[in-house]
């Protein structure tokens, strides 16, 4: 059996900054409740007409594979995910191997919302184990900002999601010793409408009608404490088991990436594993909660701040809508 390994990671994030300043324009809210309940001071929002999620997607792409040293040939297969794609359909794969020129290789969309990526990357491992392709591009992007409730009612996610893509190249590893150890994934659909999206909707009356518009079943909808209690159980647990399938010590973990849902979170599992400050990796300061992008945008600043080093323990960790969970440990 093949180990995969990941080969670069690259990211691209829109130019227009929105700071917690510009969002009390819009909502009732403030700088400082976003900041002591979430840790956010900014985040980037597309500009309709420039960004997209497939040209995101592509920039991130290129990025990755120039790191990895894997030219576009050379990949085999696309796992893209996202919630926020710019069709209904076809989905966001098809649209990036259209963009980047890729022939007519196979790509997959995954839907895991916040644990998008790490369920990509555990597709994509399985993949490599077999054999049956040895260089992979899994992307994970996301424009959150066109399905926010800008107004007081729907402040609370409002001031938490944000557009960005982040990739990696994901190849066989030539060293047995580095690469993907194990990823971990769990669901418990039972609590699907804490945090969802109604619509469009195939089992409506109607797909899109005026009523469904008027509700403002298209935006995002949530409810933060539910979401936050589940998660920082379900964050600790998936961790541990990480941990435990490869016999690993949290005190051998060197980075700990988590998808960035708010940064309390971060801390949570940060003070529960006893690791110091430099063994946790936050943007979400700068850059808010991207959903399936979280963590590859994450990989590619660390990977540029010299916070990756080959043979690091690095584990990775996601919860959100499904519920959805994940973990994966990687030795870099
Ligand atoms: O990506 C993965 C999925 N998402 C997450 O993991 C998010 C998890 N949840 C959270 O991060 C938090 O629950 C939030 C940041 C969303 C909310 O923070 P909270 O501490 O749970 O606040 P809350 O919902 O309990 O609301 C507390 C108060 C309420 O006012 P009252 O009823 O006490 O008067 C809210 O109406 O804060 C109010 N509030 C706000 N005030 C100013 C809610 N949102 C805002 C806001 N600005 N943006």
New binding site residues.
């Given amino acids: 059996m093949f180990k995969s390994r990941i080969l670069g990671a690259g990211h691209y994030v829109p130019e227009r900054i929105v700071t917690n300043e510009d ?1 009390s324009q819009l ?4 700088n400082e ?2 900041v002591e ?2 840790g956010i001071q900014e985040r980037r929002w597309y500009t309709p007409g420039v960004d997209t999620v497939t040209n995101m997607a592509a920039k991130a792409s290129k990025l990755a594979m120039s790191r990895a040293g894997v030219s576009l040939g050379e990949i085999e297969f696309i796992i893209f995910a996202t919630i926020t794609p710019d069709y209904f359909l076809p989905g966001n794969g098809v649209l990036l191997q259209r963009e980047l020129g890729m022939g007519t290789i196979g790509a997959l969309d995954v839907r895991n ?2 644990s998008g990526f790490i369920y990509s990357l555990s597709i994509a491992d399985q993949f490599i184990k077999t054999g049956m392709y040895s260089k992979i591009l899994v992307v994970g992007a996301e424009i959150q900002s066109s399905a926010l409730d800008k107004s007081d009612e729907g ?6 999601f944000a557009d960005g893509a982040g990739a990696v190249v994901l190849g066989r590893s030539e060293d047995a010793g580095l690469g993907v150890l194990s990823t971990h994934l769990h669901a418990e659909g039972a609590h699907a409408e804490e ?1 969802y999206c109604i619509a469009p909707s195939s089992s409506g009356k109607e797909r899109i009608s005026k009523e469904l518009i008027d509700r403002g079943d298209f935006f995002l909808k ?1 409810n ?2 539910a ?2 209690k589940h ?1 920082v159980v379900r964050f600790m647990e998936v961790i541990q088991e990480a941990l435990a399938c490869n016999g690993i010590q949290k005190e051998e973990i060197d980075l700990l990436v988590p ?1 960035q ?2 940064l ?2 971060s801390q949570y599992v940060q003070q529960k594993l006893e690791l110091p400050d430099h063994k946790v990796f936050n943007n979400i300061m700068h850059l808010g ?1 991207t ?1 399936a992008a979280t963590i590859p945008i994450a990989l590619s600043q660390a990977w540029e701040q010299g916070k990756l080093k080959e043979g690091d323990l690095v584990c990775l960790a996601a ?3 499904g519920f959805a969970w994940a973990s994966a440990l990687l030795r870099w």
Wanted: proline share 0%.
């Fill in positions: 969002l909502m009732n809210t403030s409740w976003i309940r979430t919302a916040c402040r609370s996610s409002a001031v938490i945090l949530m933060g404490n979401v936050f998660a998808h849902a708010n309390r979170i909660n959903t919860f959100g809508s």
